[in-house]
């Protein structure tokens, strides 16, 4: 008989979690993670249509699974993984209660006004976070160093500011002191530090250097000192990089032999606005063979294009404005035309010392701009251009061409 009523109530037991189970749905979200999104909103206020408006109290707006801008776990423990409030015109504090949410995997608080505040240190206390996106959202101050505890992040976009490159960003925009922790950051695909202040970072490439699965480095305009090159930066240079944009720096032509290493899946490389004063172009680039964008803008880079240029098949973008570049540009016309005259859309070789008459150019059959003037030209401008139906722009001026 005990045992029988011991039975019962074990079956009873299973029957219950069967039905809570197959109601999960209305069960919605734990009640942990309800109470943290409640005070995360109430440090908060944003605009009339925010996504706050739609998170309540009231007892038939309980379920913050439904509530906007927040996903659960689709297995059923109510868990909150995804907290989506970018552009929100969101304000004030973020309540520290924000840490309950252990199960997030996605944080976007991009496009609001934090007043140039910290980073809150307690985000690195969101050990499941995959995706952390911070950009364009006026925090300030240094990056805290617990960012280094997210050792499961992919991707991390701190991206600074959303104003002009000309006016100075804010006084208190966000730097770091030092990028001990990026290293602890593993599993990291994606890191955009734009507008941050990385000027007193010596080993800022050592660092990023350690990142095995990297594929897109964003650190335009970070002030980023010229690259120490060691023998360990050059053994663990990376092969997953696909995007590079280092652009407006204080570089100097160190980076070329980093970058020389083994950037076999480069696509988009971005150095313009540095300061590789006396070099020239490195022959090592001609062998980025899946490189479709290359920028050197305005960088004093001297001498001619190199040879192994001609093994770029996929180059569609090569901006090489701006620069004390010289040589006939029959050369870099006849390189370029080895393998990319196909794929290439755009050339500046705007404002350099180029000489020569220009060649006939109907080969490039996808070329859209053609930026030539401040160089050296001379000679007539042949009749065939009129039949390139691609080209949209031409720039001639300052040079001393006929028509
Ligand atoms: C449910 O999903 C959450 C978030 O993805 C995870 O942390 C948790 O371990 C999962 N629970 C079970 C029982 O699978
Ligand atoms: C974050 O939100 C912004 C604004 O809605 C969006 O543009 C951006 O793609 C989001 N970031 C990520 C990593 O999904
Ligand atoms: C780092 O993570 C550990 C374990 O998840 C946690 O105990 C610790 O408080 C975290 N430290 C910081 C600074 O966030
Ligand atoms: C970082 O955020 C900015 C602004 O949202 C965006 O333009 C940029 O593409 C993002 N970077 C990456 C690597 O996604
Ligand atoms: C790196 O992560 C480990 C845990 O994996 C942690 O103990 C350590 O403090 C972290 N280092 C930094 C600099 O964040
Ligand atoms: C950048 O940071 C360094 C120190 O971290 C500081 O000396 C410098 O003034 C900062 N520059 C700007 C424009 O904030
Ligand atoms: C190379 O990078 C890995 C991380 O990807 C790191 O563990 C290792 O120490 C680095 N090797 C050297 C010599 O720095
Ligand atoms: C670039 O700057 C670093 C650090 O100041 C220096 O060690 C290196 O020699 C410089 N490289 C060149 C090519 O001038
Ligand atoms: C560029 O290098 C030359 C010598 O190669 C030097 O005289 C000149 O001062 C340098 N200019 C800048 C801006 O560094
Ligand atoms: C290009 O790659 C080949 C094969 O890996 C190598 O032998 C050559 O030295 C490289 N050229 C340059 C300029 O780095
Ligand atoms: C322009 O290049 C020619 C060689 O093509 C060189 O002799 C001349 O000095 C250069 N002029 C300037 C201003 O750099
Ligand atoms: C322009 O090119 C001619 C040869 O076509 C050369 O003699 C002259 O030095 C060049 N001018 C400059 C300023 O480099």
New binding site residues.
């Given amino acids: 008989m005990v045992e029988a009523r011991c039975c019962f109530k074990l079956l009873y037991a299973i029957l219950v979690v069967v039905l809570l189970h197959m109601s999960s749905p209305c069960i919605g979200c734990s009640e942990r993670d309800r109470q943290a999104l409640l005070a995360l909103k109430q440090g908060l206020v944003g605009d009339d249509g925010d996504r706050l408006l739609s998170w309540g109290r009231e007892a038939q707006n309980k379920n913050c699974c439904q509530w906007e801008g927040v996903y659960c776990s689709s297995n059923q423990t109510g868990h909150v993984v995804k907290l989506d409030l970018g552009d929100q015109s969101l304000q004030g504090k973020i309540s520290p209660k924000l840490v309950h949410l252990q199960h997030l995997e996605y944080l976007n608080l991009s496009f609001n006004n934090f007043g140039w505040s910290k980073i809150p240190d307690f985000i690195g206390s969101l050990s499941n976070l995959i995706y952390l996106d911070l950009s364009y959202a006026n925090f300030g101050g240094q990056i805290p160093n617990q960012l280094g505890n997210l050792t499961h992040l992919q991707y991390l976009n701190l991206s600074s500011t959303s104003s002009s490159d000309i006016r100075p960003p804010p006084v208190n925009s966000i730097h770091a002191k030092n990028l001990n922790w990026l290293p602890n950051l593993s599993g990291l695909k994606h890191l955009d530090l734009s507008y941050t202040n990385l000027s007193d970072i010596v080993g800022w490439l050592e660092a990023v250097n350690m990142l095995p699965k990297l594929t897109n480095l964003i650190l335009w305009r970070c002030k980023l000192p010229p690259p120490i090159i060691s023998s360990v930066s050059l053994m663990n240079s990376s092969n997953s990089l696909v995007h590079v944009d280092l652009g407006l720096n204080n570089l100097n032509s160190s980076i070329f032999q980093w970058l020389?290493g083994t950037h076999t899946n480069l696509v988009y490389l971005d150095l313009s606005y540095n300061n590789f004063n006396g070099s020239s172009i490195p022959?090592?680039f001609?062998?980025m063979s899946s490189l479709a964008h290359l920028s050197l803008y305005d960088s004093q880079l001297e001498g001619g294009i190199p040879n192994?240029f001609a093994k770029l098949c996929r180059l569609r973008e090569l901006d090489l404005g701006v620069n004390s570049l010289s040589g006939q540009l029959s050369d870099f016309v006849e390189t370029l035309s080895k393998c990319a005259q196909k794929t290439l859309e755009s050339l500046d070789i705007s404002f350099n010392n180029i000489s020569g008459s220009l060649p006939d150019l109907t080969n490039f059959l996808s070329l859209k701009h053609l930026l030539l003037q401040d160089n050296n030209l001379s000679g007539r401008i042949p009749k065939s251009i009129g039949q390139m139906s691609k080209l949209e722009t031409i720039g001639f001026g300052w040079n001393s061409l006929e028509g």
Avoid: F, L, R
Wanted: proline share 0%.
């Fill in positions: 020389s022959a090592s001609g062998n192994s």
